[in-house]
């Protein structure tokens, strides 16, 4: 398969990771198997192009198809979400929550996000992110870890003190759904935007599994479109209000969110927008308009549920004592008394993808943190039903039971290998 590359180093590699993502399985709740279409959209031909700018409005000549492009994204997107605008130039999710951040806020200013262990993401505001360096962050939590609920009383409190523009809802490491008119009513009481990150689920709110965001007074959503969405690497910004020249200057009101948000994204942080992956965006959108994808979302959303009562059932701590997503959240320190990173590099050693993660309020560092993350977004696109989450909880369970019988891992990992095998990956068709 590699020998018509030239450079072998590289190909090599590609066909290495194919192997591995073949013979293996992703529980990494992040991450999905894009569809031979999407892929070829991503290879294709668009990488060439230029074209800072907007639909009708470039920098650069021979837009033709580049502007039909990007505004049939942009279409599929405000359908399927019932957005006013969206923004599919973004890069990345850090990107996108940062270009909304400028577009609306003057430095100095407060946001409201998730507690970071609760569940929230790096950037909503971790120390050392640039919007860390330039924003006031304060915090919302869990009550506790048991239910997990958020504390909405205390989360009003804070809000009436500090008085924040933007009130943040989104995670990624959170497995409940958040009570989306609660936020609505505090965001009302203290005049602030109300901002939804929601990168983790935006595939089941948009095949209507899970609540949307913007039925509850949300004036911007961002997400990446590589995760439940199972698009290319890359995210949107979607808003309501009006759309005006994005080249223009305008007033800093809630209306003028759209036009606010694209020049934040360009010229305010980004260049040349990647074609190639708004091509390939454009056809995830497609395929998420399709009865098939609300399919596959009431499958993994299934998958996480069975898979982590069977997780429970062997005895695992989780943190919430289930989910309501496609993601878990799973304490090994309680559970095992070794932390979560030992516990991500023995399912390595079996073929089982996971990745380590903080709890709730951890006493463990980030990087030797007390719980791994899990998810099904990937293992149901695979194919795997519920059938097969009885049997990945008991692997998971041999193999953090008996983290140093090197023969037991063998045997594990052969069975891994075995049944992932015989599930091709979606560019396999
Ligand atoms: N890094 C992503 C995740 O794994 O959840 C969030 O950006």
């Known amino acids: 398969m590699t020998t018509k590359f030239k450079d072998q180093t590289v190909f090599k590699l590609i066909a290495a990771e194919e192997k591995r993502q073949r013979e293996g399985l992703e529980l990494i709740p992040s991450e999905n198997y894009?569809?031979?279409?999407?892929?070829?959209?991503?290879?294709?031909?668009?990488?060439?192009?230029?074209?800072?700018?907007?639909?009708?409005?470039?920098?650069?000549?021979?837009?033709?198809?580049?502007?039909?492009?990007?505004?049939?994204?942009?279409?599929?997107?405000?359908?399927?979400?019932?957005?006013?605008?969206?923004?599919?130039?973004?890069?990345?999710?850090?990107?996108?929550?940062?270009?909304?951040?400028?577009a609306w806020l003057e430095p100095g200013d407060t946001i409201m996000g998730m507690e970071l262990s609760h569940g929230g993401h790096l950037t909503h505001g971790r120390p050392g992110t640039i919007s860390a360096k330039l924003f006031n962050f304060v915090r919302y939590g869990i009550k506790d870890i048991e239910s997990g609920e958020i504390d909405y009383e205390a989360m009003r409190e804070i809000a009436i003190k500090t008085k924040p523009k933007i009130i943040l809802a989104g995670f990624s490491s959170y497995p409940r759904e958040l009570d989306y008119a609660k936020?609505?009513?505090?965001?009302?009481?203290?005049?602030?935007?109300?901002?939804?990150?929601?990168?983790?689920?935006?595939?089941?709110?948009?095949?209507?599994?899970?609540?949307?965001?913007?039925?509850?007074?949300?004036?911007?959503?961002?997400?990446?479109?590589?995760?439940?969405?199972?698009?290319?690497?890359?995210?949107?910004?979607?808003?309501?209000g009006n759309l005006g020249n994005p080249l223009k200057a305008v007033d800093k009101i809630v209306d003028n969110l759209p036009t606010l948000i694209d020049r934040s994204v360009f010229p305010g942080l980004q260049g040349g927008p990647h074609m190639h992956i708004i091509a390939a965006?454009?056809?995830?959108?497609y395929e998420a308009a399709q009865p098939d994808f609300k399919q596959y979302c009431i499958n993994m959303l299934a998958n996480a549920k069975k898979l982590s009562v069977e997780l429970m059932n062997r005895g695992f701590k989780l943190v919430t004592n289930g989910t309501d997503n496609h993601l878990i959240l799973a304490d090994i320190q309680t559970s095992f008394n070794f932390d979560g990173d030992m516990a991500e590099k023995i399912l390595d050693r079996i073929g089982l993808t996971v990745n380590k993660n903080v709890v709730p309020d951890d006493p463990l560092p980030p990087f030797k943190p007390s719980g791994i993350r899990l998810g099904t977004p990937a293992i149901t696109t695979r194919g795997l039903g519920e059938e097969h989450m009885v049997i990945i909880a008991d692997w998971i369970y041999r193999a953090l039971k008996s983290p140093h019988d090197e023969l037991a891992l063998d045997k594990i990992a052969a069975e891994v290998r075995k049944l992932a095998s015989s599930f091709p990956l979606p560019n396999d068709n």
């Open 281 to 285: 965006k454009s056809v995830a959108l």
């Open 183 to 240: 936020f609505q009513s505090i965001g009302d009481e203290v005049g602030a935007v109300l901002m939804a990150d929601m990168a983790h689920i935006a595939g089941p709110i948009a095949a209507g599994l899970l609540k949307n965001p913007f039925d509850y007074g949300f004036r911007v959503m961002t997400t990446t479109t590589h995760k439940t969405l199972r698009g290319p690497r890359g995210a949107m910004i979607l808003s309501k």
């Open 34 to 102: 894009v569809s031979a279409e999407v892929l070829a959209a991503m290879g294709s031909v668009f990488t060439n192009k230029y074209s800072e700018g907007y639909p009708g409005m470039r920098y650069y000549g021979g837009q033709i198809n580049t502007d039909a492009i990007e505004s049939l994204a942009i279409e599929r997107a405000k359908k399927l979400f019932k957005a006013d605008h969206v923004n599919v130039q973004s890069h990345s999710g850090a990107q996108a929550n940062e270009a909304v951040y400028h």
